[in-house]
Each structure stands twice: as structure tokens, then as C-alpha cells.
Nanobody
Framework: VQLVESGGGLVQPGGSLRLSCVAS????????MAWFRQPPGKEREFVAS????????NYADFVEGRFTISRDNMFNTVYLQMNSLKPEDTAVYYC?????????????????WGQGTLVTVSS
């Protein structure tokens, strides 16, 4: 399965961005999906996950209600809507596909990764 992210860029503090991740493969498995991020000089960390059916979502504590993960299985796409962005949200954001379908928070449960999209929050 190939994952391709888009939607990153430069945004001012308080602004919004919507990240997208399109999965391709034959067929695309029925999997949980997640977003992770890697801030400059830091380790990769969990941001949000969603189960295959979209009814169960998990968020990192630092999200604080600012981000929303969603998916459209008809188009094999996962989204991350990010509002009220802060400078500390600056990172490369990665989309990942879970080996299962539950939407785990655990890094090792994810088997396919995108190339990442850079989000920079700065004035």
C-alpha cells in the first residue's frame, strides 16, 4: 500500500490547515489509519488515529480539541483538520496504515507510512 500526504505548508499561529492522505493498492486493506508527526530534533509522536469504520477516534493530549481526524473509505482518503495552530505544531506530519482496523495509538502497529508533509507554524 502506498500512502501520499498533501496539504502541508506555512501558516500563521492561530491558522488552519487540512492534511490529506490517499492510499493506493490492489486492494487497499480495511485498516485503521493514523497521523504521526516529528518535530525538528525530536522523535516521531502520535497525533490522531481512526478505526476503519470511522466511529472510533483517538487523539494525543496536546491536540486539546484543535484537530479532527476523518476518513472517506470510498476514496481511500484520511484527513486531519488542524485549527488554532501553534508554533509547537511545527513538524513533518506522516500518515500511517495500521496492521489491524481498530485505530491504535501504538507506533509499532503501523506498517505502511507516507513520505510526510511539512507543516510550519510561524509568523
Amino acid at each position: 500500500v502506498q500512502l501520499v500526504e498533501s496539504g502541508g505548508g506555512l501558516v500563521q499561529p492561530g491558522g488552519s490547515l487540512r492534511l490529506s492522505c490517499v492510499a493506493s493498492g490492489r486492494p487497499v486493506p480495511s485498516s485503521g489509519m493514523a497521523w504521526f508527526r516529528q518535530p525538528p530534533g525530536k522523535e516521531r509522536e502520535f497525533v490522531a488515529s481512526i478505526n476503519y469504520y470511522g466511529g472510533s477516534k483517538n487523539y494525543a493530549d496536546f491536540v486539546e480539541g484543535r484537530f479532527t481526524i476523518s476518513r472517506d473509505n470510498m476514496f481511500n482518503t484520511v484527513y486531519l483538520q488542524m485549527n488554532s495552530l501553534k508554533p509547537e505544531d511545527t513538524a513533518v506530519y506522516y500518515c500511517a496504515r495500521e496492521k489491524g482496523y481498530g485505530g491504535s495509538k501504538i507506533y509499532t502497529q503501523y506498517v505502511d507510512w507516507g513520505q510526510g508533509t511539512l507543516v510550519t507554524v510561524s509568523s
